[in-house]
């Protein structure tokens, strides 16, 4: 069970002071709150990124460093939206702040879960579960939306974006329509088939710590990273990560060289860990 993050000491700044119902805190990062809230109409669902200003930096460096995260987090999420990656679209910003408040971003709300999130409930079903047939199910699930990964991931670096942070946690995956899925009832987690907790389409998130680039080298660490926090946390998904590079290095012109280029970045990256 997720606890829920404690109440934030800064409080929202206009104009989500008055809001009904009022923001629903998520997450709280180091540098960035998530909440849950609404757009224009409360059946609108949207999440707010706010960045609050940091009172032990200088208050002209702290305003500076929070447009700068903000307005670059919310260029390259318009401009993969644009390209066709799957990303929340951008609804509005305030890069400024109001005073000492800090700046926000509002953006898309994507239903699902991050996809760290679906691999830990996943690996306790499957500990929990010995029906026949559940394994082959659940490889299957792990092979396509693993694929899924790879293809979304391509796609980003083919444009020119390179994540900075790929993790699990930084990618959610949305579950198909109700229609989508032949209409069966899938409101209720018990009625939900075993391998339906997989299916969905892949939304990349977290783009604060995103930039341009064209360099082989920064889309290898992007794999790399993405490969160890695969290796890491959902040591029983590390064998499936070969799918992801297999579709990666199909997806785009220039994909097969970023492969190369990755296993020099493992061979460094195991060169570190000897020396500690
Ligand atoms: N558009 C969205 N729709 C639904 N949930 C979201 C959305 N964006 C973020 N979340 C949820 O909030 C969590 C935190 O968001 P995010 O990763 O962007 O922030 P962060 O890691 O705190 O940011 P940063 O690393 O830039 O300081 C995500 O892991 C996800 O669960
Ligand atoms: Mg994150």
């Known amino acids: 069970m997720n606890h829920p993050p404690d109440p934030p000491q800064d409080p929202l700044p206009p104009p989500f002071t008055h809001n009904q119902p009022t923001p629903t805190l998520l997450t709280q990062g180091a540098e960035a709150l998530l909440y849950r809230t609404h ?13 609050p200003s940091k009172p032990y930096r200088h208050p002209i460096l702290d305003k500076r460093l929070t447009r700068h995260r903000i307005l670059s987090e919310a260029r390259t999420l318009v401009k993969c939206r644009r390209e066709g990656v799957s990303v929340p679209g951008v609804l509005a910003l305030d890069a400024e702040g109001d005073g000492a408040s800090g ?4 953006m898309e709300w994507i239903e699902g879960r991050t996809v760290r999130e679906v691999l830990i409930e996943g690996a306790k079903r499957r500990k929990d579960d010995r029906d026949e047939g559940v394994g082959e199910e659940w490889e299957e699930g792990m092979r396509l939306m693993m694929g899924k ?29 109700k229609v989508q899925q032949n209409g069966e009832a899938t409101n209720g987690e018990h009625v939900r088939r075993f391998g339906e907790i997989l299916q969905g389409d892949i939304v990349l ?8 680039s064209l360099q082989d080298e920064d889309k290898a660490v992007d794999l790399y990273v993405l490969e160890r926090a695969f290796g890491s946390t959902h040591p029983e998904a ?35 860990s000897m020396l500690g």
């Open 39 to 51: 757009f224009l109409t409360p059946s609108h669902p949207c999440a707010l990124k706010y960045r």
């Open 103 to 106: 700046g926000w971003m509002m």
């Open 149 to 177: 990964i790879g293809r979304v991931v391509g796609r980003m670096h083919e444009v020119g974006v390179c994540h900075g942070d790929l993790t699990t946690s930084n990618m959610m995956l949305r579950p198909l329509d």
């Open 205 to 212: 998130i977290d783009f604060g710590l995103a930039g341009q």
């Open 238 to 272: 590390e064998e499936g990560f070969q799918e992801v590079l297999r579709i990666y290095g199909d997806s785009y012109k220039g994909a097969k060289v970023v492969l190369k280029r990755l296993e020099e970045v493992r061979m460094r990256g195991r060169k570190r």
